[in-house]
């Protein structure tokens, strides 16, 4: 006799999809809303190519690698991209001036409640428009989403988010120092340069771990992990503005303080939605900045991703412009109420190795 399976059911099974369709008929509903209120705002939808010669630069995500074969039988390696951003810039460094995409993605190393390998990301761009803009639009989305699903709170694992409130606006040294009390400023010179150990030296004040091969970045991380993000987003939306420059390699510095960049990320219920820049067009500072990645990557992964030269070459002609990267998925489960970014996924990914 054939033993019984101790498999959790598959997300085709009748029975999981019955419990997972209102969730996906709400994703559905809150894509199409967002796809009315970008086209109110004069923004062409637009659609990129999933391979790409780099997967991007930053140090932390994970690409997947492929390659494509010619007639010839010659190998060329390929990646899927982690995002559609290198290709939405080309398109403002073709003309395009306000640009809006849905773009699945993908990332490696990620999988949990809130991360999938596969996923859909909505990426838009505003040339000629300031980093404060995509603020506003990150606000209008929240409020949009929820009316669309009609509900007047978001949460996630007992944390409630009015989607109607004004977002809260707080730079990070301001969250470090209300939430971990630490001067992370002081930590910068006037350049943005990191002091490592300065910033050790407040961990151990405030008594955090400090481990004797942990860099500057693992030491921002590590606060802003552990004491910063679980208190954003409560309440109201929070907007984490002005990161310094070294955790920014595709922001602009600010016109107001060097040491930070133009750089916000949007948090709902201690939840990540969102990543704006007012973008970087030095092609020089960014190729330097990519290569600092790079190098960084190599020291912690021990691999590093080749540098898309199209994407350095189109920089030179793109106009100033602000973006914003937004985990469609995620929105989807707080305005639906689902507890697992499965929930809000048609068709998920198996679970490796079965």
């Not at 997947?64 to 074969?69: C, D, L, P, Q």
Request: proline letters at 5%.
């Amino acid at each position: 006799m054939k033993p019984a399976s101790s498999k959790v059911s598959p997300w085709w099974s009748p029975s999981v999809h019955a419990d997972r369709r209102p969730f996906l008929l709400g994703r559905n509903a809150i894509q199409a809303a967002l796809r009315g209120f970008f086209a109110r705002e004069d923004f062409i939808e637009v659609d990129t190519a999933t391979l790409q010669v780099s997967p991007g630069n930053e140090a932390h995500l994970h690409g997947f690698r492929t390659e494509a074969v010619t007639t010839d039988g010659q190998v060329h390696p390929f990646y899927l991209h982690t995002s559609p951003e290198f290709a939405c810039k080309k398109l403002l460094a073709a003309g395009e001036m306000r640009i809006a995409c849905f773009a699945h993605v993908y990332r490696n190393r990620e999988r949990g409640p809130l991360h999938h390998p596969e996923f859909t990301m909505l990426e838009w761009y505003r040339a000629g428009e300031s980093y404060e803009s995509l603020m506003t639009d990150s606000a209008h989305i929240l409020a949009l989403s929820a009316r669309t699903m009609g509900t007047k709170m978001f949460s996630y694992r007992g944390r409630d988010m009015d989607p109607f409130a004004d977002p809260e606006r707080i730079s990070v040294a301001e969250a470090f120092d209300r939430h971990a009390g630490i001067d992370l400023l002081a930590s910068l010179g006037a350049d943005g340069a990191t002091d490592r150990d300065h910033l050790a030296s407040e961990l151990r004040r405030v008594g955090m771990r400090v481990a004797e091969d942990d860099h500057w970045a693992d030491l921002f991380s590590r606060v802003l992990v552990e004491k910063v993000e679980p208190h954003l987003g409560l309440g109201r939306a929070t907007i984490l503005d002005e990161y310094p420059v070294s955790e920014a390699a595709l922001a602009r510095p600010s016109a107001r303080d060097p040491r930070v960049a133009e750089r916000f990320e949007l948090y709902a219920c201690g939840v990540e939605l969102a990543n704006a820049f007012g973008e970087l067009t030095n092609a020089d500072e960014q190729r330097r900045r990519f290569e600092i990645e790079m190098a960084e990557k190599a020291r912690i992964y021990g691999e590093t991703y080749p540098l898309d030269e199209d994407f350095l070459d189109a920089l030179s002609v793109m106009p100033e412009a602000s973006g914003i990267a937004l985990g469609f998925d995620r929105l989807a489960m707080l305005a639906t109420g689902a507890a697992r970014i499965e929930q809000v996924l048609w068709a998920p990914v198996a679970e490796f190795g079965i």
